[in-house]
Structure formats: C-alpha cells, structure tokens
C-alpha cells in the first residue's frame, strides 16, 4: 500500500481497511418477552418476581397472574407460608461472599425506614446479630463446612463489608469463648466462638410481606387468584408447559409458568433429586413488660452447632427455633410432578410434603422440637422464671432445602415454557427487595455469573441418596420423620 493511498483511507469520512472480507458476529438474540405469564406462589421468590417484572420494560406488554394456595379470598401468601411469621433474620453474614454480597445489596433496602419503604414503621429492626459455633474441625470427611468453619468464613466476609461500605470496623466484634459471648450479651453461655455484626438485625415477616404484596398490587399489572394448582399441563408434542390445572379442575393458562411454591414446589416439579421439603420448629414465650425491657435491646442469637436461635421480642413475644436439618414427611401424591418421560431416574413414590396449622389446627411440634427449643431458652436466656413457662404457641415452618444451601433459580431442561425458582433452604427471606431482579434476568439469560453454578439445574444424582443440607449452617440430626417424632415421646 503507497502512502498516498493509505493518505486516501484515512481521510475518508467512514474508514474502511482493504483486503479484509467482512466477520460474521453472533449477536445475542433480542429477548423475546411471553404474552402471558403464571406465577405460582405468592411467597418470597414469587411476589419478588412479579414486583421486578412490572418494572422491567421488555414486560410491558404482558400479563401477570400470581396463583396462591391460601384459602382466604384476597390474602396473600397463604398463612402458613415459610415467609408469614413474627420475625426473620436480616444478615449479611455468609460465609459465601457471593450471598454474603447479594445479602448486603438487600439490606440497603431494608435500612431505609421512612414510613413508605421497605424497612419502615418497625418492619426492620438493627438489632446487632451473633453468628456463633462450638468449637470442632473446620471440615467435615467430605470436605464440607462444619459449622465453625461457616461461622469463621462469614465473619471475614462480614469484616470485609464492613469497610467496603465504611462502617468502623469495631462494629464487627470477635469473641473467642463462651464468657465473652455472655458478657456481650449479658444472658447465657450458649457457643464456644462467635462474633456480632452491628449492622445485621431482623425483620418483621408477616409485615413485610403484606407491604410487599400492597406495592405490586398498587402496579395494577398483576392479577391474583386463590386457588391451588395440582398439576402442570403439559403439551407432550411439543414439550411445552402450558399452564397449571387447579384442584378444582379449572385451568390456567400461560405462554411462560414461573413455579415458585416454596415448600410445595415438588409436588409440582420432580425435584426428587435436587430439593426437599422439611419441617423446622418454632416456639413463641408470652413475656411480662418488665422481661420485654430487658430482652428488646438483645442482639439475634444464633448457634450454627445446634441450629438454635433467638430473636429480640416485639409486643411482649419471645421467638426462639431451630436452624435445623428438620423434619420430613413423605406422603404420596394425588398427581405425579412434572418429570422428565423415559428418564432412568424414576419420580420417587414418596414426596415430603408441609404439614401446616392449616391442615390441622391443633397441629404441635414433636416433643423432640419443644425439648430444643427448651435448650434454646436454658442456654440463651438462664432466667429461672423462663425455664418451665410454657410456650404460648408453637409452629413448623417449612424449608424448601437444597444439598449446598444454593436455590434453583432456572429452566427445566426438557420442558419448554416453564422456570423454576425455589430451594430458599431457609434463608431466602432477607433477599424479598432483590430476589425477583435476579429472577427475572435468569429468565432473560442474564444470570448473574457468580450464581450460574450456584443456580442452575442440576444433573439428575442418585434418586435414592436422601437430600440433607451440607453448607456448615445445621444443626440437628437428619433424616428424622415428621409422622414418627410426633408419636414419640421425650
């Protein structure tokens, strides 16, 4: 090439170099957005999501619909939910740094506490939080977190939010030894290590939830039914999910069905291999005020060893429960989930399904439940006049766990037109303001990279192996059967 040619090429309005044939590109193709959408479940995953996808432009167009088992006209999730209760954790403190970040996306919103927002008129209390373990090996024969070791990791990651975000990092404290766990708390002897986050706290649920479900309804873009849906309908010529056929034989239909039943997932979609239901228990003390005084500026307690928990009182009510492998309780189904036909992993028999206050109202924890929970007390909280005073209720609440503690958030890979977003594994609650985002860009192929694993669908495993939750984050004995605890006796 002279000089006064390339001169020529240069000084040309468009540049075009010679003797280069043109490059195809693969593009990304421009998302296609569905005419209709099904949501089933209103709890954490489902109101997330239909709350992000009125906001997301590429959804304008199409219609929402949240379907929700709760038998009462108008409420939203049903009360049984894992999401309805008194109080939930609100942490950052993960040993993961990818939830550990996630966690600290979602406490922003929660720290804002003017009236209309999120965190307002009491919803979220910054109470301070003690992660704390017993002390043992970091690891377990197979190589998973015990729970010192997740309690240790998190709290590096809790140092290290702690000055990302600028906050002294006296607000994250070490203490090494039961004495130092009671001094800074002025109760029990309840772990043998463990350290408070400041900046952690609780959140009113059942509060939450009903202004959470107030803002989507506000869109007026979501339609809401009561109704329990039993089974998915499928089209078997082209593998397409269509809609879901409710216990009372009606049908709904959609171009895209988003399961989000929580607990009840599985007695939709076989996730026989990935997920289970399990039950954990709670109990609730009534308090006189003078015990309300000296307990409502108490941090949350939490022993990863044994599971056990305590969160502050509001209204002169003590919670305490167990972070449990849990209990549960396999029954048959009515319809079989949906599953993957002529696959060599045949749909188990059995499905562990909740058994809630709504189908027995005198439902009680196992003796076996209310003796931990009385652990709980003994050892968080040795005040002689607490230790024989009867709970004034108690509940199970219901997991949908997963063998790492990661949700599924993803396609089904054989089923066309249907997503799947569950498996909270007991600790999804604090993501409600972030959760449905990331939903909607997993159903948008856009998945956050440092969940992509963490998330997807995983290859079918051995369909006997029971699923038990191995994050470093139980306590508790697994495998324990709803039906015979509750016949014992402790």
């Given at each position: 090439?002279t000089?006064?040619s390339?001169?020529?090429?240069?000084s040309?309005?468009?540049h075009v170099?010679?003797?280069i044939s043109p490059?195809d590109?693969?593009?990304?193709?421009?998302y296609?957005?569905?005419?209709?959408?099904?949501?089933?479940?209103?709890?954490v995953?489902?109101?997330s999501?239909?709350?992000?996808?009125?906001k997301r432009?590429?959804?304008?167009s199409?219609?929402?619909?949240?379907?929700d088992?709760?038998?009462?006209?108008?409420?939203?999730?049903?009360r049984?939910?894992?999401?309805?209760?008194?109080?939930?954790?609100?942490?950052?403190?993960?040993?993961?740094?990818?939830y550990?970040?996630?966690a600290?996306e979602?406490?922003?919103?929660?720290?804002?506490t003017?009236?209309?927002s999120?965190?307002?008129?009491g919803r979220?209390?910054e109470?301070?939080?003690?992660?704390?373990?017993?002390?043992g090996?970091?690891l377990?024969?197979?190589?998973?977190?015990?729970?010192?070791?997740?309690?240790?990791k998190?709290?590096?990651?809790?140092?290290?939010?702690?000055?990302?975000?600028?906050?002294p990092m006296?607000?994250?404290?070490?203490?090494?030894g039961?004495r130092p766990?009671?001094?800074?708390?002025?109760?029990?002897?309840?772990?043998?290590?463990g350290?408070?986050?400041?900046?952690?706290?609780?959140?009113d649920a059942?509060?939450?939830m009903?202004?959470?479900?107030e803002?989507?309804?506000?869109?007026?873009r979501v339609?809401?039914i009561?109704?329990?849906?039993?089974?998915l309908?499928?089209?078997?010529?082209?593998k397409r999910?269509?809609?879901a056929?409710?216990?009372?034989?009606?049908?709904l239909s959609?171009?895209?069905?988003?399961?989000?039943?929580g607990?009840w997932?599985?007695?939709?979609?076989d996730?026989?291999?990935q997920?289970?239901?399990?039950g954990?228990?709670?109990g609730?003390i009534?308090?006189?005020e003078?015990e309300?005084?000296?307990?409502q500026?108490?941090?949350?307690?939490l022993?990863?060893s044994?599971?056990?928990?305590?969160?502050p009182?509001?209204?002169?009510?003590l919670k305490?429960?167990?972070?449990a492998?849990g209990?549960l309780?396999?029954?048959?189904?009515?319809?079989p989930?949906?599953?993957?036909?002529?696959?060599?992993?045949?749909s188990?028999?059995?499905?562990?399904?909740p058994?809630t206050?709504?189908?027995d109202?005198?439902?009680?924890?196992?003796?076996e439940?209310e003796?931990?929970?009385?652990?709980?007390?003994?050892?968080?909280?040795p005040w002689p006049?607490?230790q024989?005073?009867?709970?004034?209720?108690t509940r199970?609440?219901w997991?949908?766990?997963?063998?790492?503690?990661?949700w599924?958030?993803?396609?089904?890979?054989?089923?066309e037109?249907v997503?799947?977003?569950?498996?909270?594994?007991?600790?999804?609650?604090?993501?409600?303001?972030?959760i449905g985002?990331?939903v909607?860009?997993?159903?948008?192929?856009k998945c956050?990279k440092?969940?992509?694993?963490?998330?997807?669908w995983k290859a079918?495993?051995?369909v006997?192996?029971?699923?038990?939750?191995?994050d470093?984050?139980?306590?508790?004995?697994?495998?324990?059967?709803?039906e015979?605890?509750s016949?014992r006796?402790?």
């Amino acid at each position: 090439m002279t000089s006064s040619s390339l001169k020529d090429i240069l000084s040309c309005r468009i540049h075009v170099l010679p003797d280069i044939s043109p490059i195809d590109i693969d593009m990304p193709a421009k998302y296609k957005a569905p005419n209709s959408i099904l949501i089933i479940g209103a709890g954490v995953f489902g109101l997330s999501t239909a709350l992000a996808l009125t906001k997301r432009p590429e959804f304008a167009s199409t219609s929402i619909t949240v379907l929700d088992r709760s038998p009462e006209a108008g409420v939203f999730p049903a009360r049984d939910a894992s999401s309805i209760d008194s109080s939930r954790i609100i942490r950052a403190d993960y040993a993961d740094p990818a939830y550990a970040a996630l966690a600290a996306e979602a406490q922003a919103h929660w720290r804002k506490t003017d009236p209309s927002s999120l965190g307002g008129e009491g919803r979220y209390t910054e109470s301070g939080f003690i992660l704390s373990a017993d002390n043992g090996p970091m690891l377990r024969e197979d190589g998973t977190l015990t729970p010192i070791a997740y309690a240790k990791k998190s709290w590096i990651n809790a140092m290290a939010l702690a000055q990302a975000e600028g906050r002294p990092m006296s607000s994250v404290r070490m203490m090494a030894g039961s004495r130092p766990l009671s001094k800074v708390t002025g109760l029990g002897k309840f772990a043998d290590w463990g350290y408070l986050n400041e900046a952690s706290g609780w959140a009113d649920a059942e509060a939450s939830m009903k202004w959470f479900h107030e803002r989507v309804v506000a869109t007026k873009r979501v339609k809401f039914i009561n109704g329990t849906a039993e089974s998915l309908e499928t089209d078997d010529s082209t593998k397409r999910v269509t809609g879901a056929r409710l216990k009372d034989g009606s049908v709904l239909s959609a171009d895209l069905v988003i399961v989000a039943a929580g607990a009840w997932t599985p007695t939709l979609v076989d996730l026989s291999q990935q997920a289970v239901a399990t039950g954990q228990v709670l109990g609730y003390i009534d308090l006189t005020e003078e015990e309300q005084e000296k307990l409502q500026k108490s941090p949350v307690i939490l022993n990863l060893s044994t599971g056990l928990f305590m969160i502050p009182p509001r209204n002169r009510v003590l919670k305490v429960a167990r972070h449990a492998y849990g209990y549960l309780n396999p029954k048959p189904l009515s319809k079989p989930p949906l599953s993957v036909p002529g696959s060599s992993k045949p749909s188990p028999s059995l499905v562990s399904q909740p058994y809630t206050h709504l189908d027995d109202e005198n439902l009680s924890i196992p003796a076996e439940g209310e003796k931990a929970l009385r652990e709980a007390v003994r050892t968080m909280i040795p005040w002689p006049e607490l230790q024989e005073r009867p709970f004034s209720r108690t509940r199970l609440c219901w997991y949908t766990d997963t063998a790492t503690g990661d949700w599924i958030i993803d396609y089904h890979p054989y089923w066309e037109n249907v997503f799947v977003a569950t498996g909270g594994s007991g600790h999804a609650f604090k993501f409600l303001p972030v959760i449905g985002d990331r939903v909607v860009d997993s159903i948008m192929d856009k998945c956050p990279k440092e969940f992509r694993d963490k998330w997807k669908w995983k290859a079918a495993g051995d369909v006997e192996k029971p699923i038990v939750t191995e994050d470093g984050s139980r306590g508790g004995q697994p495998g324990l059967i709803l039906e015979d605890e509750s016949k014992r006796k402790v």
